[in-house]
């Protein structure tokens, strides 16, 4: 068959049924997959009411908005005076509601760990509960909190930081289950209490782990606190739905450029620090 | 006391004097690093309009909240826990399924398109593969782009656009999974090994022959992989799309919550974690056979 290639017809057979999977005989199911899977993507694109005139004419209103757009504008004093402050109400929430979420999930992530708990039990319910807490939209929280202390940026706060102590919940416990027992073992040996344990053989363990995590949730939280004004909970959300909605374009562009530029700021940064801790991470232990 | 003796403690005393130098001068750099986050969390505070008395004033509205989503407002067994009126409690179960099923298409669709363009974007971003700088510029400050702006803005410019529905839903996820998995794409390959691409440079192959036979093996299981947990990523996505009108199980939802139908929340938000929880599991499962398969 393939005498060229130095195999006789006989042995290609024996080496095809020998290495079946290279030699594509999971090609068919491969197919089969790939013609189902494009099958479900034509199947949901027709069942969501997609058309190619209505899509055209959406392009086109899109280009329309895009050129109106153009150039970017801020409208009067007091307004850029407004879009500036509520582009610090969003960081601040962000900030606020990263560090709240924090400082309450630490000490509960201990609960959570197989190697801190106190029972069982315990550890079973903060696992739940921090399940449940990432479970439900940051969103859907700030609609609660809404309901709580009313409009504005005090329930973007306490929304992201709901929603981030399920998250911070389980990456710590995480950590610190990861982290190493000598230094526990040495504390304990020395005399040391269970506290003096996670003080001094935990914490230094995980704490670089720990503040990189925090860094990365702020500025993914940065850009959650962006669009969290949309439900009412504050921030710079708040002014570009009314703008959209208003179709101001102009100042739509510059919100978005405003947003891509403090977000870009905040990467920097938490990316600046996440390198210096994780650089002295090898030093501080 | 001998030589070796008072050298010895010397060298105690020096331990021990240089020991107390560095622990106060890490005492004062902890102390200076808590004073600046203390006043950074005061001005944060201040913006952020935290009001500790509203809180604790009102902080027991929260429990109120939770606890009344699971309590019956309507029919015979009005003022009872959810779970002793199932079929009051799902009582648009039909509705909020066929919902559901929308969202999940929302999210495939966008998944595969978003995927589709991602996988485009990356050959032309990544610095292994021999493409021109400002071509690989543009390519990644547009993924770049397409990330960063997050995806309810698009979707409520969309709306505008393209008219309140599901296809406004599906266009800002699209456009945000192109930008997440361009860049992940880009980053795998990136990462690839170069000697098969050499291999097939040196033996004469086109540059679509190389990608085709060179890389694509090398990436393939891990960019599936990707896929699929953006797929997951997507899910949670769509199910707040149509808070802005965009389509999906949003809607209702937004509308049970501003509208105060209390324990038509807590189905549709006990079916909505219930499905990403599945999903997870599901795509979870899949990947790790992807991964397997790829060393």
Redesign the interface.
Known sequence: MNGDDGYSALEETALRTRYRTSFGANDRTGYVITAL?AA??VF??W????SFT??L???A??GN?ITLMFPPSWGDTASLLRLL?AL??T???A??GT?LAAVIALPLSFLAANNTTVSQILRFFARRSFD?LR???T??WA???V????L???A??LAIAISDIGSFGKLFSEAIEASDRKPVEGVIASGGSRLHAIRFGILPQVSPVLISQYLYYFESNT??A??IG??GA?GI?LQ??EQ?RT?EWQT?CFI?IM??IT??IIDLISTRLRIAISGNAGTTI | MTAAAADSCRTIDDLSSAYAVTVSRKRKQFLISGAVLAA??L???W?????LV??FS??H??PN?ISRIFILDSGNLKGSLVIFDILGWFWGIGKWLRLLA?TL??A??AT??GAIFGFIACFFAAGNLGVSTPLRFAVRRYLE?CR???E??FA???V????L???AG?LAIIVHTTGALGKLFYEVIENIDQKPVEGLISSGASWTKTMRFAVLPQVLSNFISYALLRFEINV?GA??MG??GA?GIGQD??EA??KFYYPDVSAI?LL??VT??IIDLVTERIRHRFIAQGH
């Open positions: 899977a479900l993507l949901g694109l069942h969501l009411g997609f209505k899509f004419n959406g392009l209103n899109l908005f402050k610090g109400e960081v601040a929430i900030f606020l560090m449940t479970g439900v939209d969103l859907v609609l609660i909190w309901n709580v202390v009313g504005g940026p005090f973007g706060v850009r959650s962006t669009i949309i439900v504050g959300g570009l739905s959209i179709l739509v978005i947003i891509l977000v870009s | 950074v969390t001005i944060a505070g913006m952020a309009e935290v009001d509203l809180f009102n902080i509205k929260f909240y929308d298409l929302i495939y669709v595969m398109i782009f960063t702006v997050p309810l803005v409520l410019i969309f505008l656009a393209f008219g529905g599901p296809i599906v949670r199910s707040v808070f802005v389509g939802l937004i919550i501003r938000l909505i974690i990403v929880a």
